[in-house]
């Protein structure tokens, strides 16, 4: 025992260290089963994360309260974060913080109770569904422009039906609606709104409305239930996720192809103004109409610069151009061919005095004959011809018969 | 081009009509073909024109009494 060590004024009275004392006290509740892995269920208060590593927190009820702490090997598994108010169930060790005499908790699990618990589960769920791709844009459908009915599941009796209702009325006056009765709190409220979706969705509607008007946020659990979530996931019309929580999202909001904060925000955005879309029709008529006038005008007016122009008012202009042009041309013709009759003539003259300068008739009148023999091939050499030959002689004014007498050739000099 | 009117619905049948408009005021579409469009156009704003009056403003709800659903005016 510690105190054995410790020296004591008198033999009669023990006095002991403070120090002693707590290590005493400690080792007692230490080794007391019943205070080890003890679960304790109670409010957070006066809650620090000291530099985010340990965490130091009263742990009270109606009556008392209870040091804890919650080292950081412990703290950094949890998959929420603690705080202030917040109702828990921690399981610990209880012990005594020696230096400062303090009795406490060293916490080492801790689970959200209560509404706590809740959330956590709300947690898992979003979680699974999200990696299950519900959530995914790729399956979110489009909102209709212009719907031909809309349906809305909500409560008869509600706010949000009415609010849903007034808005359709002032901005499309003649729009269908199918409304689904369900309840959206309580218990069994889940699967019937999920039945109430599946049913609506068989009818002849362009998009659904879900929604309710506000209301804590236990009121509003079961839009947080997987089986809506898969109502909504499954459902073939168009979704819009009203369900009256301003600033948190509910499942049926991630799964829904879209999510508005009021229900007359759905109702608005689910419906047109029906003025809005005249006006824009009208406006496009008028276009319409506006541009063929312009065209028209336009075609008029080109129309018309045509019939006034010159060569449509006289349009033999055009022909006078080319009367004129041929009539020129066939006197440049005529002129060049003129030309070339004149140099052929005087070619021809030309060739004509050469021929007769080299022909034999200027010669023949100076005194010289041509001489053929009897099958009038021309005799030019006294070796073509023998005594007793008849030969023709040519002379300019006529031809002499004559017979060969004697033949006498030359001798070369 | 070829999609027919009655299979549009009303947002297509805007947007065609506005198609047609962007066309007509490019000012370079030969004058038959204007026509033409100008036809196609007027007929889409009757459409449209229809397709707004359509619905007819019933408020109904569905009433499950166990295994059968009716519909009821609210």
Not at chain 1, 50 to 67: E, P
Not at chain 1, 206 to 230: H, K, P, Q, T, Y
Not at chain 1, 327 to 350: A, G, P, Q, T
Not at chain 2, 26 to 54: F, R
């Amino acid at each position: 025992m510690i105190y054995e060590r410790m020296e004591p004024e008198s033999k009669e009275q023990k006095v002991y260290s403070v120090t002693d004392l707590n290590l005493y006290v400690k080792a007692l509740l230490t080794r007391d089963d019943n205070l080890q892995g003890i679960w304790l269920r109670g409010e957070i208060s006066n809650f620090t994360h000291h530099q985010g590593r340990h965490m130091y927190f009263q742990l009270k009820d109606d009556k008392s309260q209870l040091r804890c702490a919650m080292f950081e090997n412990a703290n950094s598994t949890l998959d929420f974060t603690p705080e202030e108010g917040m109702d828990v169930l921690c399981k610990g060790n209880i012990s005594i913080y020696t230096a400062r005499g303090e009795y406490q908790i060293i916490v080492t699990e801790m689970l959200a109770g209560g509404l706590g618990t809740l959330y956590l589960a709300f947690e898992k769920l979003k979680k699974r569904l999200h990696e299950e791709g519900l959530f995914d844009e790729q399956y979110k459908k489009p909102i209709p422009i212009l719907p031909r009915r809309v349906g809305v599941v909500t409560s008869e009796d509600g706010a949000a039906l009415r609010d849903i209702l007034s808005v359709i009325k002032r901005r499309f006056p003649n729009m269908d609606v199918l409304i689904m009765p369900t309840p959206v709190q309580g218990k069994g409220a889940a699967e019937k709104i999920a039945k109430g979706i599946r049913i609506i969705d068989t009818k002849d509607v362009d998009l659904i409305i879900i929604s309710r008007g506000g209301g804590s946020i236990e009121d509003l659990w079961c839009f947080n239930e997987e089986v809506v979530a898969r109502a909504i996931f499954d459902a073939e019309k168009p979704i819009i996720s009203a369900v009256g929580h301003e600033t948190d999202f509910l499942i049926s909001d991630f799964v829904a192809d879209l999510r508005m904060p009021t229900p007359s925000a759905a109702a608005e955005r689910a419906v047109p103004s029906k003025h809005k879309l005249l006006k824009r029709l009208s406006d496009e008529a008028r276009r319409c109409a506006r541009a063929l006038e312009n065209l028209v005008l336009e075609y008029r007016t080109r129309l018309e610069r045509v019939k006034i122009s010159p060569i449509f008012r006289r349009p033999e202009m055009l022909l006078e151009d080319f009367a004129q042009n041929l009539d020129e041309s066939i006197r440049e013709l005529d002129r060049n061919i003129r030309i070339l009759l004149k140099d052929y003539r005087l070619h021809l003259k030309n060739q004509q005095e050469r021929l007769r300068a080299l022909g034999p008739e200027d010669v023949m009148k100076r005194g010289y004959s041509v001489v053929l023999d009897s099958s009038g091939d021309l005799v030019s050499s006294v070796t073509e011809v023998s005594e007793g030959d008849l030969l023709n002689i040519k002379m300019t004014d006529g031809d002499i018969e004559s017979l060969v007498k004697e033949v006498k050739k030359w001798k070369k000099k | 081009m070829e999609e027919k009117i009655e299979n549009m619905d009303f947002e297509n049948a805007m947007k065609k009509l506005e198609e047609i408009n962007d066309r007509l005021e490019k000012n370079k579409v030969p004058l038959e073909e204007a026509v033409c469009l100008y036809e196609q156009g007027m007929k889409l704003v009757e459409y449209c024109g229809k397709k707004l009056d359509e619905a007819e403003g019933d408020i109904k709800k569905i009433i499950i009494d166990g295994d059968s659903e009716s519909i009821e005016d609210l």
